[in-house]
């Protein structure tokens, strides 16, 4: 069975752009998580998509937002990029949504904003 | 906000020891645990879940869950130089209705041959 796949793998864009990062869950599983994990703040959650409804919200500004789609496939977009939003994006599947279930991560998206 | 802390390390053990690696969580109504392991330059990958109070072995990996004084931890035996890597703790506290995942900072563990 195909892991977690998150494209692209890297990416460099200029403070004020727009980014757009996607996730492909495990085959069956029809929960997608995003996390942000920096050095200075560790692994922070974003959020969570079931059944293309956002189910959880962690603490970020608007600018963060995300979607997913009825195959499961996701996408976040940052807009009006900061410096402070480079960071490698992790995307985690899950076989349902709740507190209980075991997250799969994908290889991440490293963001670098200059 | 919801905490959870565990000592960054280095954690430094001999191969063949046991590594023990510790998590402390502030939530009280946590039903969730988890543990997860990171390569330098990787993702995290799952060790561990526990939910119920006590000890659950899995291998080499015992994870223990103490609900009462609010930690969990993990026990490595016969610890390799390949279990270099961090340790990430996670807890899944609800915070008004909905669970929000939040992680340790990490503990970074070292087996030295």
Sequence with gaps: KAGV???PRYLIKTRGQQVTLSCSPISGHRSVSWYQQTPGQGLQFLFEYFSETQRNKGNFPGRFSGRQFSNSRSE???STLELGDSALYLCASSAASG?????FFGPGTRLTVL | QKEVEQNSGPLSVPEGAIAS???????????????YRQYSGKSPELIMFIYS?????????TAQLNKASQY??????????SDSATYLC???PLEGGSYIPTFGRGTSLIVHP
């Design chain 1, 99 to 103: 507190g209980s279930n075991e997250q």
């Design chain 2, 90 to 92: 996670a807890v899944n």
């Design chain 1, 5 to 7: 796949t998150q494209t």
């Design chain 2, 72 to 81: 969990v931890s993990l026990l490595i035996r016969d610890s390799q130089p």
């Design chain 2, 21 to 35: 690696l510790n998590c402390t969580y502030s939530d009280r109504g946590s039903q969730s645990f988890f543990w």
């Design chain 2, 53 to 61: 109070n006590g000890d659950k072995e899995d291998g080499r990996f």
């Design chain 1, 76 to 78: 976040m977009n940052v």
